[in-house]
T-cell receptor
Framework: EAGVTQFPSHSVIEKGQTVTLRCDPISGHDNLYWYRRVMGKEIKFLLHFVKESKQDESGMPNNRFLAERTGGTYSTLKVQPAELEDSGVYFC??????????????FGPGTRLTVL | AQSVTQPDIHITVSEGASLELRCNYS??????LFWYVQSPGQGLQLLLKYFSGDTLVQGIKGFEAEFKRSQSSFNLRKPSVHWSDAAEYFCAVGALSSSARQLTFGSGTQLTVLP
């Protein structure tokens, strides 16, 4: 069974540009999460999808970040326009059962974003 | 609000030595606790988790962790470290709520293993 995949693995962009990160969860997983680790600090939650609906977006830093999950499969996270402080590693995770809040979150390898 | 503290940013041990990585949490109720490991170029891999029951939890790769409610701790241990254990280790606490499922992570402990 394929794990969580993320694309691209690395992205280097100029300040003010737009970047779109993609996450493909494990097949059949209804829950999809985005997290971010900035400057070697702790990994922080951004948002949580259940299928195509945003269940919790309390961690989104500002309106420059837009997450979508059309059709309840893969998800994209767009940063527009990117700022220097957006640099970091963006992780995606998925888990199986929306009715069981103890299910395990499986993480992808992350996308390293560098904003110059 | 929940929080996790990993007091050790970097630990160095010799191969074959024992290992203990510290984790303290702050949470208003019974926590749901995890240890994840990230090797270079890899995603976060779950080592073990605690939800309820036996406070000593066995995980993969020979790791174990003990939940101590009185100390608000969930320390990770391994009796004999292998060179392949060199990685970054993260402790996390999960919210026990169907509406708030996110994990709160500590800042990580980087483990170096000397030959």
């Amino acid at each position: 069974e394929a794990g969580v995949t993320q694309f691209p693995s690395h992205s280097v962009i100029e300040k003010g540009q737009t970047v779109t990160l993609r996450c493909d969860p494990i097949s059949g997983h209804d829950n999809l999460y985005w997290y971010r680790r900035v400057m070697g600090k702790e990994i922080k939650f951004l948002l949580h999808f259940v299928k195509e609906s945003k269940q919790d977006e309390s961690g989104m830093p500002n309106n420059r970040f837009l997450a979508e999950r059309t059709g309840g499969t893969y998800s994209t996270l767009k940063v527009q326009p990117a700022e220097l402080e957006d640099s970091g590693v963006y992780f995606c995770a998925s888990s199986q059962s929306p009715g069981t809040y103890t299910d395990t979150q499986y993480f992808g390898p992350g996308t390293r974003l560098t904003v110059l | 609000a929940q929080s996790v503290t990993q007091p050790d940013i970097h630990i160095t041990v010799s191969e074959g030595a024992s290992l203990e990585l510290r984790c303290n949490y702050s949470y208003g109720a019974t926590p749901y606790l995890f240890w994840y490991v990230q090797s270079p170029g890899q995603g976060l891999q779950l080592l073990l988790k605690y939800f309820s029951g036996d406070t000593l939890v066995q995980g993969i790769k020979g790791f174990e962790a003990e939940f101590k409610r009185s100390q608000s701790s969930f320390n990770l241990r391994k009796p004999s470290v292998h060179w392949s254990d060199a990685a970054e280790y993260f402790c996390a606490v999960g919210a026990l709520s169907s509406s708030a499922r996110q994990l709160t992570f500590g800042s990580g402990t980087q483990l170096t293993v000397l030959p």
